[in-house]
């Protein structure tokens, strides 16, 4: 099994940047989706950004209401992914989720959340 530490999460005042970290406890040489999920209290997952790795070539995705504020970025050495996030609002208030998928078998990995607050 692979685990997921995930930090960074914490309470930042709208307009304010937070950096999450996502570390996997071992590489996995094959295609491979990482990223992160949130939820906010009495709403639905939702994916906020993903990067897919095949080879040389990586692709990110993001939701709609975060692109152009939040960058997700993967360290190969560590294997830790990082979500910068940048010009927050209160509707990014959610516990954030790490996950790690590898597409040939499909097996999912997830980590435990961290909470993001961002008040008014």
């Known amino acids: 099994q692979v685990q997921l530490v995930e930090s960074g999460g914490g309470l930042v005042q709208a307009g304010g940047s937070l950096r999450l970290s996502c570390s996997a406890s071992?590489?996995?040489?094959?295609?491979?989706?990482m990223g992160w999920y949130r939820q906010a209290p009495g709403k639905q997952l939702e994916l906020v950004a993903t990067?897919?790795?095949?080879?040389?070539?990586?692709?990110?995705d993001y939701a709609d209401s975060v692109k152009g504020r939040f960058t997700l970025s993967k360290d190969y050495a560590k294997n830790a992914v990082y979500l910068q996030m940048n010009s927050l609002k209160p509707e990014d208030t959610a516990n954030y989720l790490c996950?790690?998928?590898?597409?040939?078998?499909?097996?999912?990995?997830w980590g435990k959340g961290t909470l993001v607050t961002v008040s008014s």
């Open positions: 071992e590489l996995i040489s094959s295609t491979t989706h």
């Open positions: 996950y790690y998928r590898v597409a040939y078998s499909g097996m999912e990995y």
């Open positions: 990067i897919t790795t095949r080879g040389n070539t990586n692709y990110a």
